[in-house]
């Protein structure tokens, strides 16, 4: 009878997590690829595509092949309790989920590290020549990577035939599993300090700048968003001693989801701060329409009398809010020797350019180089001349 039998059922049940595992890993690529997407239009708007960008291309490919992975470790019961999991289908079956489990775990090791490389990448592009920061963010990059990659190759080192890592049928040497899991610990640690100081570097950058201090937050904050990544990698680093347990298919439940939220909080926050054309654009147009309704409604229409003699008759104008941007004028049919009516080219009531005045694109902005040239001079002939 094989041991795991012997100790009898879980006291909770027969449960399957598998439906919420592959929820969240489709849920989160498919927010990773739009933030990415979005990222590379930015870059290429501005034309200021470079390796950042490719190595988070890189890292949310790496987001993706999670999510298939997880997807056949959720379907094939590796959310399940390992002994309904022998119950049903036999110790082959546990086989399976475990060898998908393991080949999950250099796929989210890469992911996560290629995320970070590129935040340094980016970090690189934006912080000058300051020799001290240049030579630490390539230290965390390098370092970044080389370790990730001497994980993965451990991961499937540790037994001989690497078979042996996920096969409990076949004879294999193998490591104790303490070190490997002591190795795993220390790169998932090395990743969350790297996060604080890819944080904290931006903060001495941005905090000596001329600029308000509300906008030196802003900028601090923005770029240094790393550090939920960092909290996040914190959590699933205490959930990596669980990969002892004997009941592995249920308790590695929580390092799966920790590694996915992980690798989507890399990618979103290292993201973020080159969306900024996005911003603008998408502000641009906002401002754009408030100006337009904004010169729609503050201009009132005057009744006009072109032809007739009644008095204090004021002229009517039109404003086009097409691709023509000048307003266009009826004249008065006689001009006006009142010193509050200037005429250039044509008579314009001097209390409806001032109530339009604040109206930024409009017409207070047109006639504010004539009033510093010297509107308001009234002649005798009852003009004034714009000198």
């Given at each position: 009878?094989?041991?795991?039998?012997?100790?009898?059922?879980?006291?909770?049940?027969?449960?399957?997590?598998?439906?919420?595992?592959?929820?969240?890993?489709?849920?989160?690529?498919?927010?990773?690829?739009?933030?990415?997407?979005?990222?590379?239009?930015?870059?290429?708007?501005?034309?200021?595509?470079?390796?950042?960008?490719?190595?988070?291309?890189?890292?949310?490919?790496?987001?993706?092949?999670?999510?298939?992975?997880?997807?056949?470790?959720?379907?094939?019961?590796?959310?399940?309790?390992?002994?309904?999991?022998?119950?049903?289908?036999?110790?082959?079956?546990v086989i399976l989920v475990t060898k998908v489990f393991y080949i999950?775990?250099?796929?989210?090791?890469?992911?996560?590290?290629?995320?970070?490389?590129?935040?340094?990448?980016?970090?690189?592009?934006?912080?000058?020549?300051?020799?001290?920061?240049?030579?630490?963010?390539?230290?965390?990059?390098?370092?970044?990577?080389?370790?990730?990659?001497?994980?993965?190759?451990?991961?499937?080192?540790?037994c001989t035939p690497s078979e042996?890592?996920?096969?409990?049928?076949?004879?294999?040497?193998?490591?104790?599993?303490?070190?490997?899991?002591?190795?795993?610990?220390?790169?998932?640690?090395?990743?969350?300090?790297?996060?604080?100081?890819?944080?904290?570097?931006?903060?001495?950058?941005?905090?000596?700048?001329?600029?308000?201090?509300?906008?030196?937050?802003?900028?601090?904050?923005?770029?240094?968003?790393?550090?939920?990544?960092?909290?996040?990698?914190?959590?699933?680093?205490?959930?990596?001693?669980?990969?002892?347990?004997?009941?592995?298919?249920?308790?590695?439940?929580?390092?799966?989801?920790?590694?996915?939220?992980?690798?989507?909080?890399?990618?979103?926050?290292?993201?973020?701060?080159?969306?900024?054309?996005?911003?603008?654009?998408?502000?641009?147009?906002?401002?754009?329409?408030?100006?337009?309704?904004?010169?729609?409604?503050?201009?009132?229409?005057?009744?006009?009398?072109?032809?007739?003699?009644?008095?204090?008759?004021?002229?009517?104008?039109?404003?086009?809010?097409?691709?023509?941007?000048?307003?266009?004028?009826?004249?008065?049919?006689?001009?006006?020797?009142?010193?509050?009516?200037?005429?250039?080219?044509?008579?314009?009531?001097?209390?409806?350019?001032?109530?339009?005045?604040?109206?930024?694109?409009?017409?207070?902005?047109?006639?504010?180089?004539?009033?510093?040239?010297?509107?308001?001079?009234?002649?005798?002939?009852?003009?004034?001349?714009?000198?």
């Amino acid at each position: 009878m094989d041991p795991i039998l012997a100790l009898g059922p879980p006291p909770d049940g027969d449960q399957d997590r598998g439906r919420i595992v592959y929820s969240v890993y489709w849920t989160i690529f498919s927010l990773g690829a739009l933030i990415t997407g979005l990222r590379f239009w930015a870059r290429i708007k501005i034309r200021a595509l470079g390796w950042d960008d490719w190595l988070m291309l890189f890292a949310t490919f790496q987001l993706l092949g999670l999510a298939v992975g997880g997807t056949f470790l959720a379907l094939d019961g590796g959310c399940r309790h390992i002994y309904y999991l022998i119950a049903d289908y036999g110790v082959e079956q546990v086989i399976l989920v475990t060898k998908v489990f393991y080949i999950c775990q250099p796929i989210a090791i890469m992911g996560i590290a290629t995320g970070r490389a590129s935040v340094a990448a980016l970090v690189l592009r934006i912080m000058g020549s300051s020799y001290w920061r240049r030579r630490f963010l390539w230290f965390t990059i390098v370092s970044t990577l080389l370790i990730s990659v001497l994980n993965s190759i451990l991961l499937f080192t540790a037994c001989t035939p690497s078979e042996g890592i996920w096969n409990v049928l076949i004879t294999a040497n193998c490591w104790n599993p303490v070190i490997m899991t002591d190795v795993t610990i220390f790169s998932s640690s090395w990743n969350v300090f790297i996060d604080f100081c890819l944080a904290l570097i931006p903060i001495t950058i941005f905090w000596n700048l001329n600029m308000s201090i509300q906008k030196r937050v802003a900028l601090c904050l923005l770029m240094s968003g790393g550090v939920l990544a960092g909290i996040c990698g914190a959590v699933k680093t205490s959930k990596l001693p669980e990969t002892d347990d004997l009941d592995v298919t249920w308790a590695t439940y929580d390092l799966l989801l920790w590694n996915a939220a992980e690798t989507f909080l890399v990618i979103i926050c290292g993201s973020l701060p080159t969306l900024k054309p996005l911003y603008d654009m998408c502000l641009g147009a906002a401002r754009e329409r408030s100006s337009k309704r904004s010169r729609a409604s503050s201009y009132p229409s005057y009744p006009s009398n072109r032809f007739g003699n009644k008095k204090n008759s004021y002229p009517s104008y039109s404003h086009s809010t097409g691709d023509d941007e000048y307003i266009r004028l009826e004249p008065r049919a006689k001009p006006s020797a009142d010193p509050m009516i200037i005429e250039v080219a044509h008579q314009v009531d001097v209390e409806t350019w001032s109530n339009r005045e604040n109206d930024d694109g409009g017409l207070g902005d047109q006639i504010r180089p004539w009033e510093r040239a010297g509107a308001g001079r009234t002649l005798a002939s009852g003009r004034s001349d714009m000198v």
